[in-house]
């Protein structure tokens, strides 16, 4: 089975058991790492999502893991919120956090740069629209990864 055919697959296996217990399957990947193999369930909820949610979700996701066996190789599961400065994969994602500040990073040098920082403006399915001191338009087909970007919550530090 190929790498998509699997994801498909493992999504449609997981997310009726994410949305079941009230979050929202926010992404999977199966990757290869150091020789062993991670899928990754990233959740997400209003609020965020703590280590008691991802424990609550784990169980019942490996279990249905063991019963359907849909992945022949060996491999550890991880549970776990897609992060403050989380990837945006989709057309859903970028719909949420219009408005915010993004890292876009290039498949290879754009306008002599390898990243570029801004606000999400819009979007549609050619490209992608920023401001930095002026709108920028960058075409899908350049970009290797968007993420958000910012600062956290003041308060929210360790100091």
């Known amino acids: 089975m190929k790498k998509q055919e699997l994801l498909e697959k493992l999504n449609q296996l997981i997310e009726p058991i994410v949305t079941g217990l009230g979050y929202e399957l ?3 990947e199966y990757k290869k790492e150091d020789g062993e193999y991670y899928l990754r369930v990233y959740i997400d909820k209003e609020g965020g999502i703590n280590l008691s949610d991802c424990e609550r979700v784990s169980r019942p996701v490996s279990d ?3 019963i359907e066996d849909p992945i022949p190789d060996s491999y550890y599961l991880e549970v776990s919120s897609p992060g403050i400065f989380r990837e945006l994969f989709n057309d859903k994602h970028l719909e949420k956090h219009i408005g915010s500040t993004v890292k876009i990073v290039f498949n290879c040098v754009f306008n002599g740069k390898k990243s570029l920082t801004g ?3 819009a979007f549609d399915n050619e ?3 920023i401001n930095t001191d002026d709108q920028i338009k960058v075409p899908r087909e350049k970009i ?4 958000l970007e910012g600062s956290l919550k003041e ?3 360790n100091e």
């Open 26 to 28: 926010y992404h999977i």
């Open 64 to 66: 249905m893991l063991d």
């Open 119 to 121: 606000n999400l403006r």
């Open 127 to 129: 490209n992608i629209y």
């Open 144 to 147: 290797k990864s968007i993420s």
């Open 155 to 157: 308060g929210n530090t």
